[in-house]
């Protein structure tokens, strides 16, 4: 299967729709459909029906799924979108890098 590119509470930027230009903290990954949810972003409004006496009803905003395709990983040290390498390192763990400046991802 490999190292994801993107992981859960990884900040991203979104390249690509209404949205663009904005960064964010991705909530959940939704692997199967090759998309993600990043927090505040890309919100949607939704009716509904209260399923508890003190549920949330009415008209509700929630995030709505963004394609992978879509958003780019921020670098801590670059501060800018950036594409993902993955490297080996001595151990034989494998972590993620930026592409730009060679700074690991992962701790």
Same mark, same amino acid.
């Given at each position: 299967?490999?190292?994801?590119? =993107?992981?859960?509470?990884?900040?991203?930027m979104i390249i690509?729709?209404?949205?663009?230009?904005?960064?964010?903290k991705v909530m959940r990954i939704l692997p199967d459909k090759n998309k993600v949810i990043v927090?505040?972003?890309?919100? $949607?409004?939704?009716?509904?029906? +209260?399923?508890?006496?003190?549920?949330?009803?009415? =008209? $509700?905003?929630?995030?709505?799924?963004?394609?992978? +395709?879509?958003?780019?990983l921020l670098c801590d040290k670059c501060n800018r979108p950036v594409r993902v390498r993955k490297h080996q390192l001595e151990d034989g763990?494998?972590?993620r890098t930026c592409h730009r400046c060679g700074e690991q991802m992962d701790n």
């Amino acid at each position: 299967m490999g190292l994801p590119k =993107i992981k859960k509470n990884d900040t991203v930027m979104i390249i690509a729709g209404k949205e663009r230009g904005k960064s964010g903290k991705v909530m959940r990954i939704l692997p199967d459909k090759n998309k993600v949810i990043v927090e505040r972003l890309n919100l $949607v409004k939704r009716h509904s029906k +209260s399923r508890q006496p003190q549920g949330p009803q009415g =008209i $509700v905003e929630k995030e709505a799924p963004l394609h992978l +395709s879509n958003v780019m990983l921020l670098c801590d040290k670059c501060n800018r979108p950036v594409r993902v390498r993955k490297h080996q390192l001595e151990d034989g763990r494998r972590v993620r890098t930026c592409h730009r400046c060679g700074e690991q991802m992962d701790n």
